[in-house]
Nanobody, 127 residues
Framework: QVQLVESGGGLVQAGGSLTVSCGVS????????MGWFRQAPGKQREFVGA????????YYADSVKGRFTISRDNAKNAVLLQMTSLKVEDTAVYYC????????????????????WGQGTQVIVSS
């Protein structure tokens, strides 16, 4: 069983930065590709970014490309989402997720590919 716990959410002004983290329990963290998703009030959950289990490949939604960065620390069983130049429209609950994918270089932008999810952390960007 794998458990994911997000932390680091909060209130930030537009143009600011914030890093949210995801701690992953279990000894097989390095076996999972990781993804970040978000859900704003009244909207469907949307893909933010993903990283292969090798850590060598990242993929981002166009809406966050160039502003958000995913990194992972396999020694600490953690994945980070660094967010810069935040916009009001980035306001959402942010979720991390873990996926068992065949290739070490694989990643996915589909929620259905992910086996485990965290409970989410709220990010509010004020104008």
């Amino acid at each position: 069983q794998v458990q994911l716990v997000e932390s680091g959410g909060g209130l930030v002004q537009a143009g600011g930065s914030l890093t949210v983290s995801c701690g992953v329990s279990g000894r097989t963290f390095s076996s999972y590709a990781m993804g970040w998703f978000r859900q704003a009030p009244g909207k469907q959950r949307e893909f933010v970014g993903a990283m292969s289990r090798s850590g060598g490949i990242t993929y981002y939604a166009d809406s966050v490309k160039g502003r958000f960065t995913i990194s992972r620390d396999n020694a600490k069983n953690a994945v980070l989402l660094q967010m810069t130049s935040l916009k009001v429209e980035d306001t959402a609950v942010y979720y991390c997720a873990a996926a068992r994918l065949v290739l070490s270089t694989s990643y996915s932008d589909s929620p259905g590919s992910y086996n485990y999810w965290g409970q989410g952390t709220q990010v509010i960007v004020s104008s």
